[in-house]
């Protein structure tokens, strides 16, 4: 490699009589040393899936070759290891640096990403109302995002609970908005319907 050779020095002194004397040194140059990695990134974190850090890339040195031929020779993998759902998985980082000789040094990254955060909606009605029985409302239409999820699951249902007459009862309303991490957002409104 670059940085493992041979010298090879003669010296030689003549007198003016042209008689002289050789001495020969041999130096045999190995680069044997590691480079040095400054500033790894943190080796452990665990981040929601909205805020997954950016790739940053450590600094190394080392003792032949420079800093800019050192990320020139820099080799990266980024592995992704689902979990339970499609917004929790590991990152594994690696960063491998290798010198004009082999050397190398390694640094790692586990990223463990979660989603602990349900839906957000927006929209929902009073918990509890009371109309005449020709005075009830249409089902509100909610409006419902998620932090990783495009697109969560959205849910509703109605439920009747008669009362002495056919115009006085009870409607339970529930809407449920659910991600693809199982997290739950739950509006619910109970209307009481008299005559």
Not at 31 to 46: G, M, N, R, W
Not at 65 to 86: F, K
Not at 154 to 167: H, M
Request: with cysteine; proline share 7%; aromatic share 8%.
């Amino acid at each position: 490699c670059l940085y493992n050779y041979t010298l090879i020095r003669i010296w030689t002194a003549t007198d003016r009589c042209g008689n002289f004397a050789c001495c020969t040194q041999t130096v045999t140059v190995q680069d044997t040393e590691d480079p040095v990695i400054e500033e790894c990134p943190e080796p452990f974190l665990q981040v929601e899936c909205d805020n997954v850090p950016d790739r940053v890339d450590p600094i190394a040195h080392d003792n032949c070759t420079s800093d800019q031929e050192l990320l020139g020779l820099l080799e990266y993998t980024e592995v992704q290891s689902t979990h339970d759902c499609a917004d929790c998985y590991t990152l594994t980082r690696t960063w491998t640096f290798y010198d004009h000789c082999g050397n190398s040094a390694t640094c790692q990254q586990l990223i463990d990403v979660v989603d602990t955060t349900p839906p957000v909606v927006s929209g929902c009605p009073a918990p509890q109302i009371q109309v005449e029985c020709d005075n009830i409302p249409d089902p509100a239409q909610l409006q419902y995002t998620d932090n990783c999820d495009p697109a969560p699951l959205f849910n509703y249902f109605e439920v009747r609970t008669n009362g002495p007459c056919d115009n006085t009862y009870m409607l339970t309303r529930t809407w449920t908005v659910v991600d693809r991490c199982d997290n739950e957002t739950v509006c619910e409104q109970i209307i009481y319907v008299i005559d």
